[in-house]
């Protein structure tokens, strides 16, 4: 007797082929364009390396089981990684660990912000606004650089106070007779919130306070107070606890703080720019505006997060878009196999802008970063040395910079939690699954947009800075600096109404960005008009204040991306410039042009035909030139499977086998295939019928019998 064969099987899909075929027919070599993103070969090099030291290390690494992670595991979790990760950061100079901390920041968030307040908050507050022997004896004596003998945390923040840092009211005063503040939460709106580390792990806080002497309120400055003794008990007059659940980061110990008359020595104070002697008297800098410098870190660290987090999740989305097949396009044939997503005109407007974006995040956050590390030295020297004129320009810079990363830090942090739920829409019903990534991404980048400022607020204050300035250069004769150079153009711009961009200047990348400046520079005028003409109200005009600022940030980050193109003269270089080059008009053209279309037209800067020729053609033409090129773009990032931790953005493509995977091997069946509440689900199911539960006691035949009409 014959056996035929009774199991039908066919060949699986297999997005792996078509991935790896874009990747064959790359036009430039990736590794090459990731020298492009992070600044230099050296960069690349060294960043690919801790890449592969950390998908190496056991406990470091990201798996897909860090999605069902509780609360307290994930807490646990976390400061078991902060201990191994005190190992590297022995070995490495800061700009190396700094590097790391970036790298980190992508797959995972909460490890990254935990250490990150103590490294970066605390330590960073202390070098802000600290003596040189303060910081040597907190940071270096202390050891607390290499995360030892102290933990801290960053207590700015309270329950009745947040942007608002010169309205805190946690007080410090001072007490002459033994030398000493007194560090004191009056109400519970003072009650120190969102503290992270708190709860836990800290074990000082330096602390933002209102320094009272002899009755005199002299602001906010800060303090380093000690929370925890050696056996990690509580200090006395502190009380702390636990702020509880938050949409992401569980792995941080947020926490509250309560100060009950806590007393610390006079020289706990941080005192670079404001000074308390023993008799009381109060010496404070004319740069004592500087002592919020500590934020200024975060800002630059949330611009370089926006692109990290970013290119993660384009490339996810394009991953699957080139390999997952849907549908048949409109001029397909009837025998043609589905459709890729990515060959949709509609698709690729969804996710090519933002893939431009990623590659003008990058560079912006390259140049932020060497901006900031220029104006800090500058400083530092210019104070140690008490040189006015490195003080002047100290200053300056800082303030240029506090300009830069308040437009940067809430433009690229509002634009990239957009992207992460673009991309997940765009990977449709498998990217609301918990292991492609973009859940997490989202719950945990959402912070960012309120954190050291929330984001209306921090445009606000830029869009304001942009009014002063054009205001003191058509009256004053003044010359802004740094970032509002371009604002000197002004009489010219103001007075000459003519459009800058027509159909044909499109694709000039140099005339985008003057568009830019003249849009800024004629919405500026106009925001001054208004002013004036309603009693210098701010608020009146605070929705243009803040379009001012986020398209001062985009000609930061186009001229930052321009700058970089134009510096690249290398045969290997040369190669990749024509692609860059359609980015940056495709990032002009899409995340500034026609975002901001009611700005451009109605001053002018850009003429109808043009704008309807960008929106109805140049887009779509421009997404279609680089359609062929997404996938080398995405490998140029040089994202290690570990890091993007997907079921659908795996290097090779293999996302549905991957995708079964992993919900296998992390929802394993139980052997009986009961849950926990089956009996209750059987409750459910198998009750009695409504009749019986009622005893028959409502059912035609117990009428019959109790109803004495039925008698009649």
């Given at each position: 007797?014959?056996?035929?064969?009774?199991v039908?099987?066919?060949?699986?899909?297999?997005p792996?082929?078509?991935?790896?075929?874009?990747?064959?027919?790359?036009v430039?070599?990736?590794e090459?364009?990731?020298y492009?993103?992070?600044?230099?070969?050296?960069?690349?090099?060294?960043t690919?390396?801790?890449?592969?030291q950390?998908?190496?290390d056991?406990?470091?690494?990201?798996?897909?089981?860090?999605?069902?992670?509780?609360?307290?595991?994930?807490?646990?979790?976390?400061?078991a990684k902060?201990n191994?990760?005190?190992?590297?950061i022995?070995s490495e100079?800061?700009?190396?660990?700094?590097r790391?901390?970036?790298?980190?920041?992508?797959?995972?968030?909460?490890l990254?912000?935990?250490?990150?307040?103590h490294?970066?908050?605390?330590?960073?507050c202390?070098?802000?606004?600290g003596?040189?022997?303060q910081?040597?004896?907190?940071?270096?004596?202390k050891?607390?650089a290499?995360?030892?003998?102290?933990?801290?945390?960053?207590?700015?923040?309270?329950?009745?106070?947040?942007?608002?840092?010169?309205?805190?009211?946690?007080?410090?005063?001072?007490?002459?007779?033994?030398?000493?503040?007194?560090?004191?939460?009056p109400?519970v709106g003072?009650?120190?919130?969102?503290?992270g580390?708190?709860?836990?792990?800290?074990t000082?806080?330096?602390?933002?306070?209102?320094?009272?002497?002899?009755?005199?309120?002299?602001?906010?400055?800060?303090?380093?107070?000690?929370?925890?003794?050696?056996?990690?008990?509580l200090?006395?007059?502190?009380?702390?606890?636990?702020?509880?659940s938050?949409?992401?980061?569980?792995?941080?110990?947020?926490?509250?703080?309560?100060?009950?008359?806590v007393?610390i020595?006079?020289?706990?104070?941080?005192?670079?720019?404001?000074k308390?002697d023993s008799?009381?008297?109060?010496?404070?800098?004319?740069?004592?505006?500087?002592?919020?410098?500590?934020?200024?870190?975060?800002r630059?660290?949330?611009?370089?997060?926006?692109?990290?987090?970013s290119?993660?999740?384009?490339?996810?989305?394009?991953?699957?878009g080139?390999g997952?097949?849907?549908?048949?396009?409109?001029?397909?044939?009837?025998?043609?196999?589905?459709?890729?997503l990515?060959?949709?005109?509609?698709?690729?407007?969804?996710?090519?802008?933002?893939?431009?974006?990623?590659?003008?995040?990058?560079?912006?956050?390259?140049?932020?970063?060497?901006?900031?590390?220029?104006?800090?030295?500058?400083?530092?020297?210019a104070?140690?040395?008490?040189?006015?004129?490195?003080?002047?320009?100290?200053?300056?810079?800082?303030?240029?910079?506090?300009?830069?990363?308040?437009?940067?830090?809430?433009?690229?942090?509002?634009?990239?939690?957009?992207?992460?739920?673009q991309?997940?829409?765009?990977?449709?019903?498998?990217g609301?699954?918990?292991?492609?990534?973009?859940?997490?991404?989202?719950?945990?980048?959402?912070?960012?947009?309120?954190?050291e400022?929330?984001?209306?607020?921090?445009g606000?204050?830029?869009?304001?800075?942009?009014?002063k300035?054009?205001?003191s250069?058509?009256?004053?004769?003044?010359?802004?600096?740094?970032?509002?150079?371009?604002?000197?153009?002004?009489p010219?711009?103001?007075?000459?109404?003519?459009?800058?961009?027509?159909?044909?200047?499109l694709?000039d990348t140099?005339?985008?960005?003057?568009?830019?400046?003249v849009?800024l520079?004629?919405?500026?005028y106009?925001?001054?008009?208004a002013?004036?003409?309603?009693?210098e109200?701010?608020?009146?005009i605070?929705?243009d204040?803040?379009?001012?600022?986020?398209?001062l940030?985009?000609?930061?980050?186009?001229?930052?991306?321009?700058?970089?193109?134009?510096?690249?003269?290398?045969?290997?270089?040369?190669v990749?410039?024509?692609?860059?080059?359609?980015?940056?008009?495709?990032?002009?053209?899409?995340i500034?042009?026609?975002?901001?279309?009611?700005?451009?037209?109605s001053?002018?800067?850009?003429?109808?035909?043009?704008?309807?020729?960008?929106?109805?053609g140049?887009?779509?033409?421009?997404?279609?030139?680089?359609?062929?090129?997404?996938?080398p773009?995405?490998?140029a990032?040089?994202l290690s499977?570990?890091?993007?931790?997907?079921?659908?953005?795996g290097?090779?493509?293999?996302?549905y086998?991957?995708?079964?995977?992993?919900?296998?091997d992390?929802?394993?069946?139980p052997?009986?295939?009961?849950?926990?509440?089956?009996?209750?689900?059987?409750?459910?199911l198998?009750?009695p019928?409504?009749?019986?539960?009622t005893?028959?006691?409502?059912?035609?035949?117990?009428?019959?019998?109790?109803?004495?009409?039925?008698?009649?």
């Open positions: 007797m014959t056996v035929t064969k009774v039908n099987s066919s060949a699986p899909p297999a792996k082929n078509f991935i790896q075929a874009e990747r064959d027919a790359a430039f070599n990736p090459v364009m990731n492009f993103l992070e600044g230099s070969q050296e960069r690349s090099q060294e690919k390396a801790m890449i592969q950390m998908e190496r056991p406990i470091l690494a990201a798996r897909s089981s860090d999605y069902d992670m509780t609360k307290a595991e994930a807490r646990e979790n976390t400061i902060i191994r990760l005190s190992r590297y022995e100079t800061f700009d190396e660990f700094e790391r901390m970036s790298l980190i920041s992508v797959f995972d968030p909460q990254h912000t935990r250490v990150g307040v490294l970066g908050l605390f330590i960073g202390i070098r802000g606004n003596t040189f022997a910081m040597n004896y907190w940071v270096l004596e050891e607390s290499f995360i030892k003998n102290i933990y801290g945390c960053f207590a700015m923040t309270e329950l009745a106070h947040g942007s608002n840092v010169a309205g805190l009211e946690t007080t410090a005063t001072y007490d002459e007779d033994n030398d000493q503040f007194i560090i004191n939460t109400h003072a009650t120190k919130w969102w503290i580390g708190a709860a836990h792990s800290a000082h806080s330096s602390v933002y306070a209102r320094l009272i002497v002899k009755g005199k309120d002299y602001g906010v400055k800060t303090f380093v107070v000690p929370l925890r003794d050696s056996n990690h008990e200090m006395p007059g502190v009380t702390v606890g636990d702020i509880g938050k949409m992401g980061r569980e792995g941080i110990d947020n926490g509250w703080i309560q100060f009950s008359n007393k020595p006079r020289f706990f104070m941080l005192q670079k720019y404001a308390v008799n009381g008297n109060v010496e404070q800098a004319a740069l004592n505006q500087l002592s919020y410098s500590a934020l200024l870190g975060g630059v660290v949330m611009v370089k997060d926006a692109f990290r987090w290119s993660r999740v384009i490339t996810i989305a394009t991953r699957y080139v997952r097949r849907q549908f048949q396009a409109a001029k397909a044939k009837e025998s043609d196999p589905e459709s890729q990515l060959d949709y005109p509609l698709h690729q407007r969804r996710l090519i802008p933002i893939l431009a974006m990623c590659y003008a995040f990058s560079n912006g956050a390259n140049v932020l970063a060497d901006y900031a590390k220029e104006a800090n030295e500058i400083l530092d020297s104070v140690a040395n008490d040189d006015k004129a490195g003080i002047d320009r100290g200053v300056a810079l800082a303030k240029s910079l506090f300009v830069a990363s308040g437009s940067l830090k809430s433009t690229c942090t509002w634009l990239t939690l957009n992207n992460i739920d991309c997940r829409q765009a990977c449709g019903g498998h609301y699954s918990a292991y492609s990534g973009f859940g997490k991404a989202y719950n945990d980048f959402a912070v960012q947009c309120t954190w400022g929330d984001n209306n607020i921090l606000m204050s830029v869009g304001k800075q942009l009014v300035n054009i205001k250069v058509l009256e004053g004769g003044e010359k802004p600096e740094g970032i509002l150079e371009f604002l000197n153009n002004a010219k711009y103001i007075n000459n109404k003519d459009a800058i961009l027509d159909s044909d200047a694709s140099s005339k985008l960005l003057q568009a830019i400046q849009v520079i004629r919405g500026s106009q925001c001054l008009k002013l004036e003409a309603n009693g109200d701010w608020d009146y605070g929705a204040l803040v379009t001012l600022s986020k398209l940030a985009h000609f930061f980050l186009l001229k930052a991306f321009l700058d970089k193109i134009d510096s690249m003269s290398s045969p290997d270089e040369k990749l410039v024509e692609i860059l080059d359609k980015l940056a008009q495709l990032y002009s053209a899409t500034v042009l026609e975002a901001f279309s009611g700005f451009f037209l001053y002018s800067v850009i003429s109808a035909d043009a704008m309807t020729t960008l929106t109805t140049r887009i779509q033409e421009l997404c279609s030139q680089i359609r062929p090129h997404v996938i773009l995405t490998d990032f040089q499977d570990m890091m993007i931790n997907s079921s659908l953005g290097y090779d493509g293999n996302f086998e991957e995708y079964f995977k992993i919900v296998k992390n929802n394993p069946a052997g009986s295939f009961h849950a926990p509440y089956t009996a209750s689900i059987k409750a459910m198998q009750r019928s409504y009749d019986d539960r005893r028959q006691e409502f059912t035609d035949e117990t009428a019959e019998s109790l109803d004495p009409e039925e008698d009649d």
